[in-house]
């Protein structure tokens, strides 16, 4: 361990060790999962779990098996000494950095799959994804059983899965969705956002306002179907050049009710870019 910037922790046993402690001082613990390359949205949801935890630790680890061949495991940006130096001016009190063999040894085999909420969207386009995300948030849930751990509504879709797992396996964590954090243009902020040219970024804030207009006509009982289409067509004609997916569902990813609690998700890409976002209806 280190202590500069904060308390790192490379492996389970260090970490365990430490909440620990801090279980035998009486301090709730919260838990934030990322993969680094933080930004404020990260912070924004490091702040929400010391406002429900006294202690606070966040993963930082780009996990590979949720990550197709094709992707950008190898690209995707890996910075820890900054991404610590943020940590700890958002108030976190320990990082936890493990390698990929400290979380996968050799001969691991085992695997959590996750069906209801993880059907389509995202599973169309990346049915790889969900497996691994599911396996790698079980692990560090089960890792510290932290009191709570906060997770960001950019990911709508993961949020919904996280919370059927636990549920699910009996995992005691409560799991927290924080609203999205965006720039002031309305682009939901992603570390994939860095590899975005000025061109994009331009184009690119105009998902929110595609969405928040197509949310509204869900809201006005227009056909869902009808606003997707309208919507994929905006996007496309914003300079998107390709549309995953836009769906009108309910706030707990089933169909859309016209009065209940929904939630709009989009898919799309600029360049090698693949950006998501979602809106309330």
Not at 37 to 60: N, P, Q
Not at 77 to 94: F, I, K, M, N
């Given at each position: 361990?280190t202590?500069?910037?904060?308390p790192?922790?490379r492996?389970v046993?260090?970490?365990r060790?430490t909440?620990g402690?801090w279980?035998?001082?009486?301090?709730?613990?919260?838990?934030?999962?990322t993969?680094g390359?933080?930004h404020?949205?990260h912070?924004?949801?490091?702040?929400?779990?010391k406002?429900?935890?006294d202690?606070?630790?966040?993963?930082?680890?780009v996990?590979?098996?949720?990550f197709?061949?094709?992707?950008?495991l190898g690209?995707?940006p890996r910075?820890?000494?900054?991404?610590?130096?943020?940590?700890?001016q958002?108030?976190?009190d320990?990082?936890?950095?493990?390698?990929?063999?400290q979380m996968?040894?050799?001969?691991f085999?085992?695997?959590?799959?996750?069906?209801?909420?993880?059907?389509g969207?995202?599973t169309?386009?990346?049915?790889?994804?969900f497996?691994?995300?599911?396996?790698v948030v079980?692990k560090?849930?089960?890792?510290?059983?932290?009191?709570?751990?906060v997770?960001?509504?950019?990911?709508?879709?993961?949020l919904?899965v996280?919370?059927r797992?636990a549920?699910?396996l009996d995992?005691?964590t409560?799991?927290?969705?924080?609203?999205t954090?965006?720039d002031?243009?309305?682009?939901?902020?992603?570390?994939?956002n860095?590899?975005?040219?000025?061109?994009d970024?331009?184009?690119?804030r105009?998902l929110?306002?595609?969405?928040?207009?197509?949310?509204?006509?869900?809201?006005?009982?227009e056909?869902p179907a009808?606003?997707?289409?309208?919507?994929?067509?905006?996007?496309?004609?914003?300079g998107f050049?390709?549309?995953?997916?836009?769906a009108?569902r309910s706030?707990?990813l089933?169909?859309?009710?016209?009065?209940?609690?929904?939630?709009?998700?989009?898919a799309a890409?600029?360049?090698?870019?693949?950006?998501?976002?979602?809106?309330?209806?």
């Amino acid at each position: 361990m280190t202590d500069v910037p904060l308390p790192v922790a490379r492996t389970v046993a260090e970490l365990r060790t430490t909440v620990g402690e801090w279980r035998r001082q009486g301090f709730t613990v919260g838990l934030v999962p990322t993969m680094g390359a933080l930004h404020e949205g990260h912070l924004t949801l490091v702040r929400e779990a010391k406002r429900r935890a006294d202690k606070v630790f966040a993963s930082v680890f780009v996990n590979p098996t949720q990550f197709a061949a094709h992707e950008d495991l190898g690209t995707y940006p890996r910075r820890e000494a900054e991404d610590a130096a943020l940590l700890a001016q958002a108030g976190c009190d320990l990082l936890f950095a493990p390698s990929v063999e400290q979380m996968y040894p050799e001969g691991f085999a085992a695997r959590v799959e996750i069906g209801g909420p993880s059907a389509g969207l995202e599973t169309d386009f990346r049915p790889h994804f969900f497996g691994g995300v599911a396996t790698v948030v079980t692990k560090l849930l089960n890792q510290a059983r932290a009191d709570v751990a906060v997770f960001g509504e950019k990911d709508y879709q993961q949020l919904m899965v996280v919370r059927r797992l636990a549920r699910d396996l009996d995992i005691p964590t409560e799991i927290v969705g924080a609203p999205t954090e965006r720039d002031g243009w309305g682009l939901a902020l992603s570390s994939r956002n860095a590899y975005l040219s000025d061109d994009d970024l331009q184009i690119a804030r105009r998902l929110n306002g595609v969405l928040a207009e197509a949310a509204l006509k869900a809201a006005a009982n227009e056909p869902p179907a009808d606003v997707e289409a309208e919507a994929s067509s905006a996007l496309l004609a914003a300079g998107f050049e390709r549309v995953d997916y836009v769906a009108v569902r309910s706030a707990d990813l089933g169909p859309y009710e016209v009065g209940a609690p929904g939630r709009i998700l989009a898919a799309a890409w600029l360049g090698q870019t693949r950006l998501i976002d979602n809106m309330a209806v």
